[in-house]
């Protein structure tokens, strides 16, 4: 059974910049597509964004044109790279690796935005 592994979460002030990572247990072949989602305190989970087995990508509205999400399939890691970032980024960010016979969430890592 794969386990997904987050870092990169923690305190940023606001308009600072976190990179969070993301990697399997062991090399993975044929995921169909990566994601991060994001789950702020009193809400439901949310998808930040997601990258496909073809390198395409799509963004929540909210994140667009602040962050980016990348891969990389020989490390079976997947980025997300968060800039400017804003108080109401703060929440649980969790990655998913999505195939037709897997489905994975990593644990969580927390990001706030705070001054």
């Known amino acids: 059974q794969v386990q997904l592994v987050e870092s990169g979460g923690g305190l940023v002030q606001p308009g600072g910049s976190l990179r969070l990572s993301c990697a399997a247990s062991?090399?993975?072949?044929?995921?169909?597509?990566m994601a991060w989602y994001r789950q702020a305190p009193g809400k439901e989970r949310e998808l930040v964004a997601r990258i496909r087995s073809g390198d395409s990508t799509n963004y929540a509205d909210s994140v667009k044109g602040r962050f980016t999400i990348s891969r990389d399939n020989a490390k079976s890691t997947v980025y997300l790279q968060m800039n400017s970032l804003k108080p109401e980024d703060t929440a649980v960010y969790y990655c998913?690796?999505?195939?037709?016979?897997?489905?994975?969430w990593g644990q969580g890592t927390l990001v706030t935005v705070s001054s």
């Open positions: 062991r090399r993975i072949f044929g995921i169909h597509s």
């Open positions: 998913n690796f999505y195939s037709y016979a897997l489905d994975a």
